[in-house]
């Protein structure tokens, strides 16, 4: 045998069966876990978040919608006109309940359909609080999860047919946007460029953890040696995902691993999870079953029916999964070169029509890496002279609180004043996020939903007379700080703050 077939022998792995039906049992169970925690994640945050005495409540979205006329296939929200908070309360429940049964792996296809439609709904009833990637990433996955899901009632891999081709390359193809985007957006920003982004990442980024605190301790050759692998992983790694067997799973691999690191040192919620799903669909039966016990490896590996479906059928489904795949390759070029009309204009035209339906998203998290971090801490006071602070539960409060774990929750307001702060050294953030302004007036008002969404709040829950936004630095503190302290954090003095505020006959005003 000549050296370039070993390579290739080498590279492609043992002559085993291509399957892909218990990488596809697995990856559909990930995804009716992670809509399991989307939907529980939203449900004890719901009444504080979106209802009618929340922050930014729904009922707003669905009777504009209603007021403009808007159809579901240009605005596709259930909701329309006068919106109840048992309404809101049903549709999340029912939401959980789909999620449950595709986790279960019980009509799987419906399943999907359902929480897809329900979770789309509140990405538009929820503005702010649903405008992260990792909410429009779930949304994409899960549609082509329904072309990958069995039409079966229960999804059991071995009386299934294959998962269909064109399928599996929409996942791939998913994968390879979130991957090579996340790490395209980062080049020509000066701190991912010089590697020293990860000097400042794990202190800045929105939610740190403890391990963040630990990491940040390191030294500066291995922040730069990070930056570097992370780089290569995220640039040149997703090619792999089209190569040989060994190559896809090296790509698997590598991908897992850069989660587990980000899941360890940060907060995001369902996003690494998310991920580890699609990496799965990388992954073969023959190697996914290697941890299964041997004897009942053939047993597992062995399919004895596949029900075909109409060939109109299959036909229409696979070209809707390869629009959505050229899409999502036409939102990689056009960010790679946005200069050159590279995207045809029937192209553009399928990008336009999914776009209501978040069906093809660009990714990139970290563009540009903050290197301070300011924090907005509201305070309330009953005379104007002594201030006590509103704690959000995972944000820097007192200096020694640890920075604790809350995935897969995601704390909604927690992550909004991460962001109403981001980018600003002026004491007056509001322009920053519709969500301040009507913070403060349900706080003034003392709504108890709204301040649930706290861990601490002051004058026994009461609504104080006046409230202000004092705006203050934080880092994380070197290890012969916390060993002379026991302090996580540095606080800084206060940079200034929002003048305080009342209510007059229902309105915010200045207090003075």
């Known amino acids: 045998m000549s050296g370039v077939a070993h390579i290739r022998r080498w590279v492609s792995g043992p002559d085993v069966p291509r399957t892909y039906l218990w990488s596809r049992w697995v990856f559909l169970r990930l995804l009716g876990a992670v809509f399991l925690v989307a939907f529980g994640s939203l449900w004890v945050q719901l009444d504080g978040l979106i209802s009618s005495v929340g922050i930014l409540p729904a009922t707003e979205v669905s009777e504009w919608a209603a007021h403009e006329g808007k159809s579901w296939l240009e605005f596709p929200m259930l909701f329309r ?83 269909p081709t064109a399928a599996l390359l929409a996942s791939r193809v998913l994968l390879f946007k979130l991957m090579f985007l996340s790490g395209f957006v980062k080049l020509g920003d000066v701190e991912w460029d010089e590697l020293t982004a990860l000097q400042y990442h794990y202190w800045t980024q929105p939610l740190p953890t403890w391990v963040g605190w630990y990491a940040h301790q390191l030294p500066v050759w291995f922040h730069e040696a990070s930056v570097v692998l992370t780089l290569a992983i995220e640039l040149f790694v997703p090619f792999l995902i089209f190569g040989p067997r060994r190559a896809r799973l090296f790509a698997a691999g590598a991908f897992v691993f850069l989660m ?63 629009a959505l795949s050229i899409a999502s390759l036409g939102i990689v070029a056009s960010r790679v070169w946005p200069e050159r009309e590279l995207v045809p204009r029937w192209v553009q035209r399928i990008q336009e029509s999914g776009r209501p339906f978040v069906a093809c998203n660009s990714y990139g998290l970290f563009a540009n890496m903050t290197t301070v971090r300011y924090e ?24 020694d609180r640890a920075p604790g774990f809350c995935q897969p929750h995601q704390p909604r307001l927690d992550w909004e004043m991460w962001f109403a702060a981001l980018g600003t050294r002026q004491p007056m953030p509001w322009t920053a996020r519709e969500v301040l302004p009507r913070l403060c007036q349900r706080l003034l008002e003392g709504e108890p939903a709204v301040m649930a969404l706290f861990a601490e709040v002051p004058f026994d829950g009461k609504p104080p007379r006046f409230l202000r936004a004092t705006y203050r630095s934080y880092r994380f503190t070197i290890a012969e700080e916390r060993r002379e302290t026991g302090d996580w954090w540095k606080r800084d003095r206060d940079q200034g703050h929002v003048p305080p505020l009342r209510l007059q006959n229902g309105r915010m005003m200045p207090a003075m």
């Open 376 to 399: 907005i801490e509201l305070e309330g006071s009953e005379n104007l002279f002594d201030w006590q602070p509103y704690r959000l539960p995972w944000k820097p409060g007192p200096t």
């Open 81 to 163: 006109g006068e919106l109840s908070d048992e309404t809101l309360r049903a549709t999340v429940l029912t939401g959980l309940g789909a999620s449950l049964l595709l986790l279960l792996g019980i009509v799987p296809r419906l399943a999907i359909a359902v929480a897809w439609t329900i979770y789309l709904s509140f990405l538009y009833a929820g503005r702010s609080f649903f405008s992260y990637q990792w909410d429009t990433l779930l949304l994409e996955t899960a549609l082509v999860a329904f072309f990958l899901a069995p039409g079966s009632l229960l999804s059991r891999p071995s009386r299934l047919r294959p998962p």
């Open 260 to 322: 587990v690191v980000i899941g360890l040192t940060g907060n995001y919620n369902f996003f690494n999870l998310l991920t580890v799903a699609l990496c799965v669909l990388l992954v073969d039966d023959a190697t996914l079953l290697r941890f299964v016990p041997r004897r009942s490896r053939e047993r597992l590996l062995a399919v004895d029916i596949r029900p075909r479906l109409p060939v109109w059928f299959r036909v229409h489904e696979g070209a809707a999964v390869l």
